[in-house]
Nanobody, 126 residues
């Protein structure tokens, strides 16, 4: 059974940093593009970033460009989201999701991804 587990969320002050992890079990991430989404209270779930199966291509939402970095370690079956210069508007539950195939095709759409983690809360507040 495909399973994704996020970790690394927490409470951080504005301007701070967090690194989220997305660990896979039951399958190898080698053949999957991985996306990160977030959902704030009362808002739609939105795509934050995506990385191709090889790690050679990355995509970011405009709201996080220059602040967030997605990366992957296929040997550890894990994808990371390094979040720097965090803002209160980054507060949300963050989810990782897997898309079978090499590229981040239509990565901003939830329906492109077949497997999801349970989410990890990120709160940016002073």
């Amino acid at each position: 059974q495909l399973q994704l587990v996020e970790s690394g969320g927490g409470l951080v002050q504005p301007g701070g940093s967090l690194r989220l992890s997305c660990a896979a079990s039951g399958f190898t991430l080698d053949y999957y593009a991985i996306g990160w989404f977030r959902q704030a209270p009362g808002k739609e779930r939105e795509g934050v970033s995506c990385i191709s199966s090889s790690g050679g291509t990355t995509n970011y939402a405009d709201s996080v460009k220059g602040r967030f970095t997605i990366s992957r370690d296929n040997a550890k079956n894990t994808v990371y989201l390094q979040m720097n210069s965090l803002k209160p508007e980054d507060t949300a539950v963050y989810y990782c999701a897997a898309m079978y195939g090499s590229g981040c095709i239509w990565w901003g759409s939830r329906s492109s991804f077949s497997s999801w983690g349970q989410g990890t809360q990120v709160t940016v507040s002073s």
